[in-house]
């Protein structure tokens, strides 16, 4: 059994040290992701029009995105401060603490290509998309739409899986980065 421990100023004040730190980054960068991609999504699908809809995702996900990157870089650069042999290692990514670090470079990395190039392409042809509906008199799923709504629905998609795919990505990284953590820790040495 665990000793019992009483709470004072001081031990409450050194629960703010950069580990316990770490661990909340962590917590808030993933279940933000996992909220995100497979509920807050989904909900407002069905519940909202698509128009409101769509809005909605062009409002929220630069949020998300800029969240992603802030909180991935910082825990990326903790990561190598408290793992020196990342730096020493880097190229050899078998090295458990230099995988860690591939992995939050991965979330980086598809979160930026979101936030800087992705998302805004997908923006752009929803919104082009939804003037072409209102200048042809047709939603995008009707059939006899013109050639061009059918181009711009095929790049939509492609934009949107894209996307997809690269927060699929960050978030079984993040995954794996939370089993390492919970089995392994953060302190580093």
Do not use: C
Not at 126 to 146: H, V
Request: charged share 15%.
């Amino acid at each position: 059994m665990a000793r019992a421990e009483i709470l004072t100023v001081v031990s409450l004040v050194k629960l703010v040290n950069l580990d316990a730190l770490y661990l909340l980054g962590y917590a808030w960068l993933f279940g933000m992701s996992v909220w995100i991609s497979f509920f807050g999504g989904v909900i407002a699908f069905k519940a909202l029009p698509r128009h409101q809809f769509g809005a909605l995702q062009h409002k929220t996900f630069p949020v998300y995105f800029v969240i992603s990157i802030l909180l991935s870089s910082s825990l990326l650069g903790t990561w190598i401060v408290k793992h020196p042999d990342v730096v020493t290692f880097i190229g050899r990514p078998y090295i458990a603490d230099v995988a860690q670090a591939y992995a939050l470079g991965a979330v980086l990395l598809s979160q930026g290509l979101n936030y800087f190039v992705i998302g805004p392409l997908t923006s752009k042809t929803m919104f082009q998309r939804q003037k072409l509906e209102k200048e042809e008199g047709k939603l995008y799923t009707d059939s006899g739409i013109s050639p061009e709504m059918k181009a711009l629905n095929h790049r939509f998609g492609a934009l949107h899986g894209i996307s997809s795919l690269a927060n699929l990505g960050a978030i079984i990284a993040l995954g794996f980065h939370g089993l390492w953590i919970g089995s392994a820790g953060v302190k580093g040495y």
